[in-house]
């Protein structure tokens, strides 16, 4: 599997990006796709996920209503749309895929793409 994700840049906060991360490499039915951010010196974090057969997401508590995660099956792309953004939401973004085992929360991420970089400034 591979997978490239594109769209990040330079917002002003209280802006609106969507980052886009196209999959190749393998038919996606039972597996999900995820968006993760890393802040310079922070841990890598789960943002958003989704179940690419049934379409179940999850999103972190702390992005809940701000952030959305979708996909299209035919470009075979998971899309994140991040709307009223903050200088805290700056950070690389990745996408990853793993098997959608039992939950979103449990997911093995297999697969990840290389990130891109969104810089919120005030």
């Known amino acids: 599997v591979q997978l490239q994700a594109s769209g990040g840049g330079l917002v002003q906060a209280g802006g609106s990006l969507r980052l886009s991360c196209a999959i190749s490499?393998?038919?996606?039915?039972?597996?999900?796709v995820g968006w993760f951010h890393q802040a310079p010196g922070q841990k890598r974090e789960v943002v958003a996920s989704?179940?690419?057969?049934?379409?179940?997401?999850y999103y972190a508590d702390s992005l809940k209503g701000r952030f959305t995660i979708s996909r299209d099956y035919a470009k075979n792309t998971v899309y994140l749309q991040m709307n009223n953004l903050t200088p805290e939401d700056t950070a690389v973004y990745y996408c990853?895929?793993?098997?959608?085992?039992?939950?979103?929360?449990?997911?093995?991420?297999?697969?990840w793409g290389q990130g891109t970089l969104l810089t919120v400034s005030s």
């Open positions: 990853a895929a793993g098997p959608a085992i039992v939950s979103l929360v449990t997911v093995r991420w297999d697969y």
């Open positions: 989704i179940n690419w057969s049934t379409g179940t997401t």
């Open positions: 490499g393998r038919a996606m039915s039972n597996y999900a």
